[in-house]
């Protein structure tokens, strides 16, 4: 069951979520992510969260389009991001979205 919805309304985008659901947890990439993949904290959460079909999103280092900034303070914000390649970024058109990239930083989009 989807914890949040997207919604668009024509012909203008005002307000966009990204559901956080099992499905777009297989989808994510966010853990192969240059920006989190040497960070202990990212490593022991994909760890621990591995096998629970819908962890919870502080729980999970992936998503962030939907559940926000990460909680690991040890990311590496230089490193470029490849939200862009995402799966789950292309499904919700998130070229659009508010952040655009980042979302790991920045906040889920909207």
Known sequence: MCQES???RSPKLTR???????????DCICAQC???VRSACSR???KSSK????????DTPRLYCSSGKAACSDLDLKQMCICGAC???HRHKLAGAKPT????RDGAAR
């Open 101 to 104: 990239l980042h979302f790991c």
């Open 44 to 46: 022991e959460k994909e």
């Open 16 to 26: 966009m979520k990204v559901p956080f659901d099992s499905r777009g947890i297989k």
């Open 34 to 36: 240059p920006v989190q």
């Open 51 to 58: 096998g629970v079909e819908l962890p919870k999103p502080q």
């Open 6 to 8: 997207f919604i668009f």
């Open 87 to 89: 799966p789950v970024w």
